[in-house]
């Protein structure tokens, strides 16, 4: 009786958003008087960044400080409509209509900072601190603040804007059922390392190194705090939760989280993570999205990694030590793989 | 139903209420004091959403009877804060990116309070063990571990 180590590698593709009636989601820009934005929206953020990344997607595109866009995601009966928060499409989906609305309300921001300045709009730059300047002339400027003034109590204008994201429908082929589901992938690469006991059946995380390529990281720490509680979601669906009975009788399934189990702080391994970032054409800014890709080649890579280390092919989740020891018992033992 | 008189110090204010037969003290505090940081997660003390201290020490609200802590001294994240100035462990947590959706994140505050106030100096195994009675679902706990080292490492150099 021993453990024993094992290496095991999986790749993944990872579509983002979905092709369902086009995919789309709206966004709405305007400015109240104080020359601060709102951005409207009914995209959930419930804890994966959605405020900050479409906040900073708008304050880039409008050209203002960050400090001075605020999103509000209040309510979905009265905000525009949004497919919602799933998919892994927010960045991508969201972003790309914020980006819009805010290209919108920057048009009409330029317009009325030329009608105060007395110049033509095209000559006209943002400073990204809330001033409007003509270009090679930063002392001819104004204030956002002044401008939404102006514009609110002068000019009549809303400086505001509206954006949409629709993904063109892609039709199915009858011959074949090809179809485009996605318009950009991201795609991931992850090594685990497990050690399986031919005793009891369990599998330790001894450590993960993994590579995500998910087009421009927007707000990085923001990824990597998706890809490390991501990874944990892997390491729980590999070997841990099941809403399944263990046993045929339904009452022996879980009923509560001391039955219904996922790794604690004590079953986490060390996870080293490289971000590569290649935009994506139809992204904003590039983004795509490190979603729920960031759970995925934890389950196979795990499952390879048990193979390598004592030769039984595990294909039915969760792999609980009971399914491991009947494997190996199955074959007659462990039987550890090359070890490459 | 007879209701019982009961007075305790919730955050350094003494509070005084009446509560019924057989509640707990996590209803007590959000429903009856309305200190909304404990939070309901399982009712059964599986997972240390309602975690808080009492006389210094980490309990699950959701088990103990509201009526047991009579005369006793109760900490929630409601009280972490210095007026404005946050609790090393708050900044640490939000340096280090150590809350997602956050629900998990007040019991994880109290259980790490507990630690520190007792061990200014842990290792990364004591803080395991001591949010081991806390779940996360979003951060992988490794942000968590990371914040309340952090944290132990800033007092222990403003000490």
């Not at chain 1, 400015?31 to 409207?40: C, D, H, L, Y």
């Not at chain 1, 927007?218 to 939760?241: C, D, K, T, Y």
């Not at chain 1, 079953?267 to 490190?290: M, N, Q, S, T």
């Amino acid at each position: 009786m021993a453990k024993h180590r094992g290496r095991g590698i999986a790749s993944i593709n990872y579509p983002i958003g979905m092709n369902l009636g086009g995919d789309p989601s709206q966004a709405l820009v305007h400015s109240n008087p104080s020359g601060k934005f709102t951005v409207s929206l009914s995209s959930i953020d419930l804890g994966q960044g959605m405020k900050s990344v479409t906040r900073q997607i708008c304050a880039e595109t409008l050209g203002v400080p960050v400090e001075d866009v605020y999103v509000d995601t209040a309510d979905s009966d009265t905000g525009p409509h949004c497919m919602g928060s799933f998919a892994s499409r927010g960045t991508h989906r969201v972003g790309n209509a914020v980006m819009a609305a805010a290209k919108e309300a920057r048009g009409v921001m330029m317009e009325a900072a030329a009608e105060e300045l007395e110049v033509n709009a095209a000559d006209l730059d943002t400073d990204g601190r809330g001033n409007i300047h003509v270009k090679g002339a930063p002392h001819r400027s104004i204030s956002t603040k002044d401008v939404a003034i102006a514009a609110q109590f002068k000019q009549g204008k809303t400086i505001s804007g509206r954006g949409i994201f629709l993904v063109p429908l892609s039709e199915v082929n009858p011959e074949t059922g090809e179809m485009s589901p996605a318009t950009c992938y991201a795609h991931a690469c992850l090594v685990a390392e497990v050690e399986v006991d031919d005793e009891t059946g369990e599998v330790a995380m001894m450590r993960m190194d993994s590579a995500y390529e998910l087009g421009r990281a927007l707000n990085p720490r923001l990824v990597e705090q998706q890809l490390v509680g991501g990874a944990w979601m892997g390491i729980s669906h590999a070997l841990f939760e099941t809403p399944e009975p263990y046993y045929p009788d339904p009452a022996h399934g879980p009923r509560d989280f001391v039955e219904y189990l996922m790794p604690g702080p004590g079953d986490i391994c060390p996870h080293d993570i490289a971000v590569l970032e290649r935009p994506a054409a139809d992204g904003p800014f590039g983004a795509k999205g490190p979603g729920e890709m960031c759970a995925n080649p934890v389950l196979p890579a795990v499952a390879n990694a048990i193979f390598n280390a004592v030769g039984v092919r595990m294909d039915e989740l969760p792999i609980t030590p009971e399914k491991v020891l009947r494997a190996i018992k199955a074959q007659g033992g462990a039987r550890p793989q090359a070890r490459r | 139903m007879t209701k019982t008189p009961l007075q305790f110090r919730h955050n350094g204010r003494d509070v005084a209420l009446f509560v019924d037969g057989g509640v707990n003290l996590l209803v007590a505090l959000r429903e009856l004091i309305g200190d909304m940081t404990p939070k309901f997660g399982c009712g059964q003390g599986g997972c240390g959403a309602c975690s808080v201290l009492i006389d210094g020490e980490l309990h699950l609200s959701c088990l103990t009877l509201a009526e047991t802590v009579n005369g006793r001294s109760i900490e929630t994240l409601d009280g972490m804060k210095d007026g404005p100035n946050l609790h090393p462990l708050q900044r640490a947590f939000m340096e280090q990116f150590a809350a997602q959706c956050g629900y998990c994140t007040p019991g994880m505050l109290m259980a790490a309070k507990a630690l520190l106030d007792r061990n200014p100096s842990p290792t990364r195994a004591d803080v395991i063990e001591a949010i081991s009675g806390n779940i996360c679902r979003c951060t992988g706990y490794e942000p968590i571990i990371n914040a309340v080292l952090a944290a132990a490492t800033s007092g222990r150099a403003r000490a």
